[in-house]
C-alpha cells in the first residue's frame, strides 16, 4: 500500500496490486486527554493538555501506563476532532505522549494542527522511531537494559524488547532537528552504569539536558531512591528528575 498526503485530515490509499484508491479518514488511537500540570522535566509547574497515545514499540516491565501499552484501550479519534477537543482546553502547552505517539503517521497532520494553532508542543518518546513532526520539546527517555519485561514471562516481548529498545540514528536525528531533553529511567544503582554507557556512545548530548528519575509510581518507593540518586546527579553534573505528579495526586489516570 502507498500512502500519498493528500490534506491534513485523509490521505489516500493507493494499492497497487488491487488496483484501488480510496480516501480514508486520519485517525490514531488515543487511551486519554486531559488537562494537569507537567510534573516532570524542564516544564515542570506548567499547565498542559496531556494527549495519550495509546500503542506502544515497546514493553518495559515497569511501563506506569499499562493501558497505552501492554493493554492498549482507547479508540481511533479522527486527527481534526481531537485537535478541537485540544484547542477547547484554552491551554498553550500541549504534551503528546503514550505509549509510544511516534508510532503513529497521523502525528504528522495533528502536531501541524497544532502549530497553526500556536500551541507549545511537547512529544514524549522513547527515542525509537522517527517521524518530521512539529514539535518544541523532543522528551526523550531511552530505555536501558533493565526495562526488559521478564523472558520467563513472555519471552517474545522480551526479545523483540531488548532487539528493538536502541536506535542510535533516530537520536542523532532527534537531537539534531528538535531542542530536546532525556529522562532516564532509574530503578537500582546499576542502571546508572548503562546510562553513563549511552551518554558515552553519543558525546554531543549535552549533560545538562540528562535527568535522572526514580522508578516507581508510590511516593515512599521514590523517596527512597532519591536518597542515593539525588546526590549520584549532582556529583556528576546531571539533573535529578523528582515525579512531582506522583507527590500531587498520586498514582491516578488524568493526573
Ligand atoms: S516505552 Fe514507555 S509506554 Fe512503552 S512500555 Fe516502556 S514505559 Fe511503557
Redesign the pocket.
Known amino acids: 500500500m502507498i500512502r500519498v498526503w493528500d490534506r491534513l485530515d485523509y490521505v489516500f490509499q493507493i494499492t497497487p496490486s488491487l488496483g484501488q484508491t480510496r480516501l480514508r479518514r486520519l485517525s490514531m488511537r488515543i487511551a486519554e486527554v486531559y488537562e494537569s500540570i507537567q510534573g516532570e522535566g524542564f516544564l515542570t509547574g506548567t499547565k498542559s493538555v496531556f494527549v495519550r497515545a495509546s500503542g506502544?514499540?515497546?514493553?518495559?516491565w515497569?511501563?506506569?501506563?499499562?493501558y497505552?501499552?501492554?493493554h492498549p484501550e482507547g479508540e481511533d479519534r479522527p486527527v481534526d476532532e481531537l485537535a478541537a477537543q485540544i484547542e477547547a482546553f484554552g491551554c498553550r502547552h500541549v504534551v503528546v505522549t503514550?505509549?509510544?505517539p511516534m508510532l503513529f503517521a497521523e502525528m504528522l497532520p495533528l502536531c501541524q494542527r497544532l502549530r497553526d494553532l500556536d500551541k507549545h508542543i511537547t512529544i514524549e518518546t522513547?527515542g525509537t522511531l522517527d517521524l518530521p513532526v512539529q514539535c518544541d520539546l523532543m522528551s526523550i527517555?531511552p530505555?536501558t537494559s533493565s526495562?526488559r519485561p521478564s523472558p520467563e514471562k513472555n519471552a517474545r516481548w522480551a526479545e523483540r524488547h531488548e532487539r528493538t529498545r536502541h536506535v542510535p540514528e533516530v537520536i542523532r536525528q532527534l537531537i539534531d532537528r528538535y531542542e530536546y531533553q532525556f529522562k532516564f529511567?532509574i530503578d537500582r544503582r546499576e542502571d546508572c552504569v548503562d546510562m553513563e554507557l549511552y551518554l558515552q556512545e553519543f558525546p554531543e548530548i549535552d549533560r545538562g539536558r540528562v535527568m535522572l528519575m526514580p522508578q516507581g509510581t508510590e511516593v515512599d518507593l521514590l523517596a527512597a531512591k532519591a536518597v542515593w540518586l539525588e546526590p549520584y546527579c549532582e556529583a556528576h553534573g546531571l539533573r535529578f528528575c523528582p515525579r512531582r505528579q506522583i507527590e500531587w495526586f498520586g498514582s491516578r489516570r488524568g493526573t
Open positions: 506502544c514499540n515497546l514493553r518495559c515497569y511501563c506506569d501506563t499499562p497505552a501499552s501492554w503514550g505509549g509510544e522513547a527517555s530505555k526495562s529511567v
